[in-house]
């Protein structure tokens, strides 16, 4: 079983910047994927940013540029800053590894 617990969200206005941290515990073997999606009301979740075991990252076009995804695996936490935000951006940051999700956090953007 593995635990994620998410931070950092919370409301900001357009323009601002966020800083999601998810850590993990439980039976996590070795380096592996991590990854954050989003879940806007009444839309389908989708993958904001991943990043492997090698460190390769994965973006969402419409965050590239502005999102930075990173890990620190002697802490087995992954983090997600996020600059520019836009209201579009507004969404529930969930975390995700190996067939787990987190509880979730809410980033809203005001405009």
């Known amino acids: 079983q593995v635990q994620l617990v998410e931070s950092g969200g919370g409301l900001v206005q357009t323009g601002g910047s966020l800083r999601l941290s998810c850590a993990a515990s439980g039976k996590i073997f070795g380096i592996n994927s991590r990854a954050w999606y989003r879940q806007a009301p009444e839309k389908e979740r989708e993958l904001v940013a991943s990043i492997s075991s090698s460190g390769t990252t994965y973006y969402l076009d419409s965050v590239k540029g502005r999102f930075t995804i990173s890990r620190d695996n002697a802490k087995n936490t992954v983090y997600l800053e996020m600059n520019s935000l836009k209201p579009e951006d507004t969404a529930v940051y969930y975390c995700?590894?190996?067939?787990?999700w987190g509880q979730g956090t809410q980033v809203t953007v005001s405009s």
């Open positions: 995700f590894l190996r067939g787990f």
